[in-house]
């Protein structure tokens, strides 16, 4: 008997080992996203508390053989968390790849993007202001997945931890939910691109900040979530990805760690000197232009459409999305502060997983097609040079479609 019961205890000490041994391995979180083509690389975050670097195992999806990549470890802000990281190269496009943390206890995978559209579309979910409460936004994921889409775009307000070490349970509770609901029942991961927003910003912009300069240190400084946990859009605040030479997603910072005049509008307008020949073409940023349920004078709404907007339509945009009024709209298309045909058309506003606020009339305000107090993020699908959407509430009903014509759905035909 005493034998028997120093075999189980043995057994038991065993288990717990081992146990406690995938716990430390599997990491509280991970996130996937892009700095470079999307159809031929992948940035894989993952967070864990251990300080040393650590192996990300890799494969092309079937294959028998892993390749290890070595973490690169980096501070996560205001905790003892680490972040690893690992930028995966040379990939092939539209394939599928598989990922694990923990030694292969858990498998993952993700797909590249393919390299051109004339064989192949593309789906994007796509909404902002994520995370006034956690179940809001891991039910408006549920949705999202539901569609399965290619990838993700949170254009601001992730989780709106304001830039506040007090706040960090809200970035925990944020990355914790993208880990388990922005992934398909059978382990895919959807990649998300993000762009700034005033909530994580220490007092929303820039303005509030004396002595503000616009330098690397001072945005880190008071965006510390955002510029310490997001590698892309990474340092200044705006980028563009893109994909092969069908699509490049333009990321804008609406006065929040940058200024819209100056630097950054410069940088616009060469951005799109550069890729004069890329088929779409779409900004996504925070505060609205044409907003659904702020007052269209103010301050950067005003900015917006005044250095923004004419850029957008002397260089071919037709979609742009916009965000942080909490409500959804689709305006007419616009083209010189008039609906015209020719024109283009601001979709968003902001309500993944917030609190809706009420909307301006629709029949009342000249720029808007449609509009409504509601969660809701868009589907947005490209193919050729066709594109098309849906808009869809956090119930999984369609609350609007485009195009309304469906013999209206190219870039030439817009």
């Not at 900015?303 to 305006?331: C, M, Q, S």
């Not at 979709?347 to 449609?370: F, N």
Request: proline fraction near 5%.
């Amino acid at each position: 008997m005493n034998t028997l019961k120093k075999i189980s205890l043995g057994i038991c000490f065993l288990l717990l080992s081992f146990s406690a041994a995938i716990s430390q391995n599997s990491p509280h979180a991970f996130y996937l996203t892009w700095t470079e083509d999307p159809t031929t690389s992948i940035d894989v975050d993952w967070h864990t508390d251990d300080t040393e670097p650590l192996q990300l195992n890799f494969r092309r999806k079937g294959n028998e053989e892993w390749r290890s990549f070595e973490s690169k470890v980096l501070p996560f802000p205001f905790s003892e968390r680490k972040v690893h990281r690992v930028a995966v190269r040379g990939l092939q496009p539209a394939t599928e790849y598989e990922v694990s943390f923990d030694g292969g206890t858990t498998l993952y995978y993700f797909r590249t993007m393919p390299d051109d559209l004339g064989k192949n579309s593309i789906k994007i979910a796509i909404g902002g202001d994520s995370m006034h409460q956690k179940n809001w936004f891991e039910k408006t994921n549920r949705v999202v997945t539901s569609y399965e889409p290619d990838f993700v775009i949170i254009g601001g307000d992730m989780a709106y931890e304001n830039g506040i070490a007090n706040n960090i349970q809200r970035i925990y509770d944020w990355f914790d939910a993208y880990s388990t609901t922005l992934v398909t029942d059978d382990g895919r991961i959807l990649p998300c691109v993000v762009a700034v927003g005033n909530h994580e910003v220490v007092e929303g912009y820039h303005r509030n900040h004396p002595g503000y300069k616009q330098n690397n240190d001072f945005r880190r400084r008071i965006a510390p979530y955002f510029y310490g946990l997001f590698a892309f859009p990474g340092q200044p605040g705006y980028n563009v990805l893109d994909f092969g030479k069908y699509l490049s997603l333009i990321i804008l910072d609406t006065e929040h760690s940058n200024p819209i005049q100056g630097d950054q509008t410069k940088w616009l307008n060469k951005t799109f000197k550069d890729r004069k020949d890329v088929l779409h073409k779409i900004p996504i940023y925070h505060v609205p232009g044409f907003p659904s349920v702020r007052n269209y004078e103010d301050k950067v709404q005003t900015l917006v459409r005044e250095e923004w907007t004419p850029i957008f339509e002397k260089n071919g945009v037709k979609l742009a999305f916009e965000n942080h009024d909490h409500a959804y709209k689709r305006t007419f298309p616009i083209k010189g502060m008039e609906i015209d045909q020719s024109g283009i058309i601001y979709v968003g506003d902001g309500s993944w997983g917030v609190a809706p606020r009420d909307i301006h009339e629709v029949e009342e305000t000249w720029y808007l097609r449609k509009a409504q107090s509601v969660r809701a993020f868009t589907l947005l699908t490209l193919e050729g040079s066709h594109f098309s959407f849906i808009s869809v509430d956090e119930d999984g009903n369609v609350i609007d479609t485009f195009p309304e014509n469906p013999m209206v759905s190219s870039i030439e035909d817009q």
